[in-house]
T-cell receptor, first 115, second 118 residues
Framework: GDSVTQMEGPVTLSEEAFLTINCTYTATGYPSLFWYVQYPGEGLQLLLKATKADDKGSNKGFEATYRKETTSFHLEKGSVQVSDSAVYFC??????????????FGQGTELSVKP | KAGVTQTPRYLIKTRGQQVTLSCSPI?????VSWYQQTPGQGLQFLFEYFSETQRNKGNFPGRFSGRQFSNSRSEMNVSTLELGDSALYLC?????????????????FGPGTRLTVL
């Protein structure tokens, strides 16, 4: 079935370091891909999304490119801040019509940024 | 515009009891989805409602049920609570449910209801 695999955390970085969180997926066809972020004690916030191959989603300095050939959607940021400390979830919505409302999540990657 | 609201934020119940959680979507959003988040299983889809109809259901036992009202507000109910039902229950809303083969509609999440079963 459809699934998402993320790199395991926790990831600990110093402020201003470069961030990459790997995400690969398994799905039939072309799913929509998302990155959500969860701060402590809160729900999920949409960070960015991409709906077709080669699309690049970007927001708040974060970027991810939908790579169909490698079935990947890696999250990157050039210079992280302490305020970026959170748990990041990669997710997909399967392209099958009846699965339209169902987000499938990866296991989450905890990021800790030290000053 | 107000975001997705969920009530209550925290609940403590004992085994065997039942519980009802409420979700108010963003104004104008007609689709509501529910997810369960636990440390062991991560985020798992429970069900989705659109126009008062359940359109999709995850792999959960029948003790988990839900409904949606004409104003798009949704409730989920868990009967005969078990210890393993302790979790953060998240509700998400989106404007509509795409009819095409690829759903691009963004889901916006509420803060969740933290359920503890003792």
């Amino acid at each position: 079935g459809d699934s998402v695999t993320q790199m395991e955390g926790p990831v600990t970085l110093s402020e201003e370091a470069f961030l990459t969180i790997n995400c690969t997926y398994t799905a039939t066809g072309y799913p929509s891909l998302f990155w959500y972020v969860q701060y402590p004690g809160e729900g999920l916030q949409l960070l960015l999304k991409a709906t077709k191959a080669d699309d690049k989603g970007s927001n708040k300095g974060f970027e991810a490119t939908y790579r169909k050939e490698t079935t990947s959607f890696h999250l990157e940021k050039g210079s992280v801040q302490v305020s970026d400390s959170a748990v990041y979830f990669c997710a997909l919505i399967p392209p099958i019509y009846n699965q339209g409302g169902k987000l499938i999540f990866g296991q989450g990657t905890e990021l800790s940024v030290k000053p | 515009k107000a975001g997705v609201t969920q009530t209550p934020r925290y609940l403590i119940k004992t085994r065997g009891q039942q519980v009802t959680l409420s979700c108010s979507p963003i104004s104008g959003h007609r689709s509501v989805s529910w997810y369960q988040q636990t440390p062991g299983q991560g985020l798992q889809f429970l069900f989705e409602y659109f126009s008062e109809t359940q359109r999709n259901k995850g792999n959960f036992p029948g003790r988990f049920s839900g409904r949606q009202f004409s104003n798009s507000r949704s409730e989920m109910n868990v009967s005969t609570l078990e210890l393993g039902d302790s979790a953060l229950y998240l509700c998400a809303s989106s404007k509509k449910r795409d009819r095409g083969p690829v759903s691009t509609d963004t889901q916006y999440f509420g803060p969740g209801t933290r359920l503890t079963v003792l």
